[in-house]
């Protein structure tokens, strides 16, 4: 073998110097192929290593061909840097440079984003799921429509934001695949030989459809069970500012003299003021199924207080809302 061929390929190889031995040996066989079948050739030996390059150069196209073969096998974002930390190998052009700079913050940009969604919507998921498990620990046991609705709601919103998870990552996956597709077709417009590295074997396809099934099963019988409950009915009225049909009247009479304040906190009923002809001051309250109220005197004060009953999850969001429920309050005229 030629010197020239023989200090090329020493080089090579000590360049290559980390990766796995197979890919080493395949790679300066076929340099070596390559070297000896242009001096057989009667090609000038000197131009043809000039037109190659440095071993170093040669040696950073197989590296970035092996992380692209690696990327295509496994598109995650650890790989798809590997093929990024490479891609410039054996691109020369200006132009070339330019537009594969373009292309790689643009598919660098887009994978994080699509990366970064999935695991914050991942995340979500699972906090949504442990915020109404905590909410239906919370509900009084007698309540046990509303305890499995409350976990109804945390099966059924978990699994669709499991599915719009595994949806980001499948997609980043996709372009990972795509991406790199790209760069290495740019590279190969370089025209520089490089060895077709092994794939080693396909990646498995990863049971999507049933994970994506999975999940809409559990995210289907969580609402069917939210449903069940009579959640939803509540819900729809306090959004909607209705007066609920569950109603119980609750009357209460008190001696106007020993009282000379009134204390009214209501959590979304309204309150409405008005004389009566009797010698009593009277509350009339309207008392839905999710609400409970205390009633009592401290020194010349009447107090009235309404509060939850434990029965409603996510309490603090729907107090937000107005209720048609009234709280009557009405004073004697003299």
Not at 92 to 107: E, Y
Not at 108 to 118: I, P, W
Not at 129 to 158: C, D, Q, R
């Given at each position: 073998?030629?010197?020239?061929?023989?200090?090329?390929?020493?080089?090579?190889?000590?360049?290559?110097?980390?990766?796995?031995?197979n890919?080493?040996n395949?790679?300066v066989?076929?340099?070596?192929?390559?070297?000896?079948?242009?001096?057989?050739?009667?090609?000038?030996?000197?131009e043809?290593?000039?037109?190659?390059?440095?071993?170093?150069?040669?040696?950073?196209?197989?590296?970035?061909?092996?992380?692209?073969?690696?990327?295509?096998?496994?598109?995650?974002?650890?790989?798809?840097?590997?093929?990024l930390?490479?891609?410039?190998?054996g691109?020369?052009?200006?132009?070339?440079?330019?537009?594969l700079?373009?292309?790689?913050?643009?598919?660098?940009?887009?994978?994080?984003?699509?990366?970064?969604?999935?695991?914050?919507?991942?995340?979500?998921?699972?906090?949504?799921?442990?915020g109404?498990?905590?909410?239906?620990?919370?509900?009084?046991?007698?309540?046990?429509?509303?305890?499995?609705?409350?976990?109804?709601?945390?099966?059924?919103?978990?699994?669709?934001?499991?599915?719009?998870?595994?949806?980001?990552?499948?997609?980043?996956?996709?372009?990972?695949?795509?991406?790199?597709?790209?760069?290495?077709?740019?590279?190969k417009?370089?025209?520089?030989?490089?060895?077709?590295?092994?794939?080693?074997?396909?990646?498995?396809?990863?049971?999507?459809?049933?994970?994506?099934?999975?999940?809409?099963?559990?995210?289907?019988?969580?609402?069917?069970?939210?449903?069940?409950?009579?959640?939803?009915?509540?819900?729809?009225?306090?959004?909607?500012?209705?007066?609920?049909?569950?109603?119980?009247?609750?009357?209460?009479?008190?001696?106007?003299?020993?009282?000379?304040?009134?204390?009214?906190?209501?959590?979304?009923?309204?309150?409405?003021?008005?004389?009566?002809?009797?010698?009593?001051?009277?509350?009339?309250?309207?008392?839905?199924?999710?609400?409970d109220?205390?009633?009592?005197?401290?020194?010349?004060?009447?107090?009235?207080?309404?509060?939850?009953?434990?029965?409603?999850?996510?309490?603090?969001?729907?107090?937000?809302?107005?209720?048609?429920?009234?709280?009557?309050?009405?004073?004697?005229?003299?």
């Amino acid at each position: 073998m030629d010197e020239r061929i023989s200090s090329f390929i020493k080089s090579l190889r000590e360049q290559l110097d980390g990766l796995p031995e197979n890919e080493i040996n395949k790679a300066v066989s076929y340099y070596e192929e390559y070297l000896s079948d242009a001096a057989e050739a009667g090609k000038n030996l000197d131009e043809v290593l000039m037109e190659l390059g440095p071993s170093a150069k040669i040696s950073g196209m197989v590296r970035a061909e092996m992380s692209i073969v690696k990327a295509q096998r496994s598109p995650g974002l650890g790989n798809f840097m590997g093929v990024l930390k490479n891609a410039f190998h054996g691109v020369t052009a200006p132009l070339a440079i330019l537009a594969l700079s373009i292309f790689v913050a643009i598919s660098l940009s887009m994978v994080a984003v699509l990366f970064a969604g999935a695991v914050v919507v991942f995340i979500g998921a699972v906090a949504v799921g442990v915020g109404f498990i905590y909410e239906a620990l919370i509900i009084p046991s007698h309540f046990k429509l509303e305890i499995l609705g409350t976990i109804g709601i945390a099966l059924g919103t978990t699994g669709i934001l499991l599915i719009v998870a595994f949806g980001l990552y499948k997609l980043a996956r996709l372009l990972v695949k795509i991406s790199t597709g790209q760069i290495h077709r740019m590279q190969k417009k370089s025209g520089k030989p490089i060895p077709r590295m092994n794939k080693q074997e396909e990646y498995k396809k990863s049971n999507s459809k049933r994970t994506v099934l999975v999940c809409a099963v559990i995210s289907a019988a969580g609402f069917l069970l939210f449903s069940i409950s009579g959640l939803p009915v509540r819900y729809f009225t306090i959004f909607n500012s209705m007066k609920p049909e569950n109603i119980t009247m609750r009357t209460e009479e008190f001696d106007p003299g020993k009282i000379n304040r009134i204390s009214v906190t209501t959590e979304h009923s309204c309150i409405k003021l008005m004389r009566n002809s009797s010698d009593r001051i009277l509350i009339s309250y309207e008392q839905p199924d999710w609400l409970d109220y205390e009633t009592g005197t401290v020194g010349n004060t009447l107090s009235f207080h309404e509060k939850s009953n434990g029965r409603l999850p996510l309490f603090e969001l729907s107090r937000l809302h107005e209720s048609r429920t009234q709280l009557v309050i009405s004073m004697p005229e003299k």
